[in-house]
């Protein structure tokens, strides 16, 4: 599934009436069905249904949903919010038929009237503004949106919210607050940003005929779904041997978090790595060895380095989780950047350490992954969270290019980044992964998937896939967000893998 800036598309639109030769009407046409039927599901016929048109490609849908919904018995109150002159083309051609379908229009000529209104229907429909919106909201489009806002319906977006802007890092706005958004063909990037996602309430896309040559421009960001994790998810060969599915290592521990790297280490084979060695002060090992028996040990001298002949057997190395923020701990950091010629993924710690020799990421052949939470993104971008959060495609993006790494940026709707720009945001996980260990589970997911068949970037989206599935099967089979735990997840991989 694709994910679109505004102008992309208008792009795609365009491509599919100019290049395809598709009419502008029947893609009007098509997408207020096509939203009608998914609307079906949460509507009776007992619902009183006020649509909110506006002007504009918006505004014509809602008059072709109104048709549709009159035409299959629902009651329909037609509220248009703009005077007569503002319904123009394809949104007039709509207008026109719906009222020789015997459709009532009801133009709001102010708030009052339109307060009216809706204190007739228990369900509201957003049709007022797409993604053509820009700047804040003007009078009287303001008051309008305040009073829905305020009205305590039920509020049923169409592809946008009115008001929200649909591309990321806009933070001047006044929107819509919808409970369920049905998205037009193609999620917009704010659907994926924490200040701009809850306005689309429950959100789903809807296609509504267009072509996929027209999105053959449009191939930087899509999402990753439950088909592409079982399409490139590597087979079990059934003559296949331990060295075969990789030797990880993973390096990091410390007297005061021995916890993280073993849960590293037990999810990196739980999720299906051939061999894992840990890499940790050699005081600690005893604490770590009984929760991870299936692991060898590495001992490392407190003072580090790790040589590069003990690193050379390894096809992937997992560094920072629990490693500590010393001097000593920052030299066994860079020594390992320095000398593994194989995937490095750098976490937790290592990112604090690897922030003062950022340099080092651009001299390295192999991969180089790095997997921040938006704190840990500011600290490496020099800037305040804020930005990062209101913008992660971007920041995300920058990071990646400036120092070709494969970048993380983990949250709720986690970003992979390419270093030739590619993004794929992954929607599994729930708030029960917002605990301690989540982030050493995850590091070890993707420390197994990076040494199976396949791309780097394949791995790296399966192991956010999985991380986060599991979860929800977790929380789906008797777990809560409240008591999840990291190691509930590890043995929650075992119900993703089977279904």
Known sequence: ????????????????????????????????????????????????????????????????????????????????????????????????????????????????????????????VDAMLGIGMKGMLREPLKKVVSLVNQSGKKVIAIDIPTGLPSDEGITDFYAIQA?????????????????????????????????????????????????????????????????????????????????????????????????????????????????????????????????????????????????GRGKQAGGIVAGVVKSADCPIIIDADGLFHIKKNLSLLGNRSAPTILTPHPGEMAMLMDCPIEEIVHAPFDYAKRLSKEYGVYVILKGKYTIITTPDGKQTVNQTGNPGLAKGGSGDVLSGVILSMVMQKGTIEEGLCNACYLHGKAADLSVSEGHSYYDLLATDVIKGFPLVFRT
């Open 179 to 323: 409970d369920r958004t049905f998205i037009i063909e193609a999620p917009k990037e704010s659907v994926f940003v924490q200040h701009t996602a809850p306005y689309y309430g429950t959100w789903e896309t809807t296609s509504i005929g267009i072509p996929s040559q027209a999105f053959s421009n449009v191939t930087a960001k899509s999402t990753w779904e439950e088909d592409n994790f079982k399409q490139s998810l590597p087979k079990r060969e059934a003559f296949s041997h331990k060295g075969e599915h990789g030797k990880g290592l993973v390096v990091g521990g410390s007297k005061e978090m021995p916890g993280s790297i073993a849960m590293t280490a037990k999810a990196a084979l739980r999720a299906g790595a051939g061999l894992v060695t840990i890499g940790t002060q050699e005081g600690i090992i005893g604490s770590i060895a009984p929760a991870c028996l299936e692991a060898t040990f590495l001992p490392i001298p407190e003072n580090g380095p790790i040589s590069s002949s003990q690193l050379e057997p390894y096809h992937a190395i997992a560094i920072g989780m629990g490693l």
């Open 1 to 124: 599934m694709f994910i679109v800036t505004a102008k992309e598309m208008y792009d795609v639109d365009s491509h599919t009436m100019d290049r395809v030769g598709y009419d502008g009407k029947l893609l009007m046409e098509n997408a207020g069905r096509a939203v009608c039927e998914k609307m079906k599901s949460i509507l009776s016929k007992h619902d009183q249904v006020g649509i909110l048109i506006g002007s504009g490609n918006n505004g014509g849908d809602g008059y072709v949903i109104s048709r549709t919904l009159l035409n299959d018995g629902y009651n329909v109150l037609a509220i248009q919010i703009v005077p007569d002159e503002k319904i123009k083309g394809d949104a007039r051609y709509h207008k026109e038929i719906y009222k020789n379908c015997g459709g009532a229009v009801h133009v709001a000529q102010s708030a009052d009237e339109l307060e009216i209104h809706l204190h007739h229907v228990n369900v509201v």
